[in-house]
């Protein structure tokens, strides 16, 4: 019997086809550093880390809030989409350690970036 294609509907199967759909724990960590060398790499790793984790789609992923963490208590307000169930999940401690970093460097851009509405004469 031909295994089942991607979506199940199909009894063949494209030669393009991966043999798995999901990355490895090793695999994972190479994205996570990979992640940290870009331009945004705090924001980049946090990001990554924070779909990985908790099964995020993009959509739920872009639509965090900050005030949706909870750093006291080490949890996330997870709005699904797609009619799937919201809920807080658990932060573990590297997630919050990620996060913290990714405050933290948010706080210092801002205390250096001038306003503005600031108008800078030569």
Known sequence: MAAKGRNGKSGVVDAHVRGKDFLTDEEMGCLLDAAKKGRHGIRDHLIIL??????????????????????????????????????????????????????????????????RNCVHRA
């Open 50 to 115: 924070m779909i990985y984790r908790h099964g995020l789609r993009v959509t739920e992923a872009a639509s965090l809030r900050l005030d949706a963490l909870n750093l006291k208590e080490a949890r996330v307000w997870v709005r699904r989409a797609k009619g799937s169930t919201d809920g807080a999940q658990p932060i573990t401690g590297d997630e919050l350690r990620a996060i913290r970093r990714y405050l933290a460097s948010q706080r210092a851009r801002r205390a250096i970036r001038p306003p």
